[in-house]
């Protein structure tokens, strides 16, 4: 998100996340955002603001002006890095409660043992269609992929969530799914939601 008009038509729809994209060679890179509608948006909406492979210092920056509620980690940061940015996170915002999201594109064959190092680092995982440009492509994974996944740390679902397969999320029952991810089949243009599409899915999801 990054228009004014469409966050407050957004806000209407009472999304537990907003993502706010500050990573420049996105098409969707958020700039000139405005503080002041941001500050008015209601408690319950989280703020989120998405990275990849920033510095941490750069990540805190972002944190504090923007006074965000949470952080996806889009790129391919480390365990160490999620450890450093909590640390600094509790000496430089130490009334913060932040949420940590670290993603991981995923492919045939994805080794899901491989993150478990980072259960002790991250709030969430979140689980995206492997591609070169860091998510936003518009392309599902097959999400039988995901019966392979035993571990227990909740996970967003990404990767080209549409209109059409939106549904079929019911077909899928593991406890961990926490929350849905829903991006680019939702724009009339990259980092423009389309607020009718969305108000369809959320009474959708509500039932």
Not at 45 to 72: C, H, M, P, R, W
Not at 117 to 131: C, I, P
Request: glycine residues 8%; hydrophobic residues 40%.
């Amino acid at each position: 998100m990054r228009d004014s008009g469409n966050i407050i038509d957004l806000a209407q729809l009472k999304p537990d996340y907003l993502g706010l994209i500050f990573y420049a060679q996105s098409k969707r890179f958020a700039a000139n955002l405005d503080k002041g509608i941001l500050s008015s948006l209601p408690d319950s909406i989280k703020l989120t603001g998405v990275f990849v492979n920033e510095t941490i210092d750069e990540v805190i920056s972002k944190i504090d002006e923007y006074d965000l509620n949470a952080v996806q980690l889009h790129g391919s940061e480390s365990v160490l890095y999620c450890q450093q940015l909590r640390k600094l996170l509790s000496v430089s915002l130490p009334f913060r409660e932040l949420e940590i999201i670290k993603a991981f594109g995923i492919f045939p064959g994805f080794d899901f043992n491989q993150i478990e190092q980072f259960n002790e680092v991250v709030d969430y995982f979140l689980f995206d269609t492997k591609t070169t440009e860091h998510g936003g492509s518009g392309i599902a994974f097959d999400w039988k992929i995901l019966d392979q996944y035993n571990g227990l740390k909740p996970y967003f679902l990404s990767g080209g969530l549409s209109p059409e397969n939106i549904s079929e999320i019911s077909n899928l029952v593991p406890e961990q799914l926490y929350a849905i991810d829903l991006n680019s089949k939702f724009e009339l243009e990259p980092g423009l939601k389309d607020i009718s599409s969305l108000k369809s899915v959320f009474e959708l999801i509500g039932k």
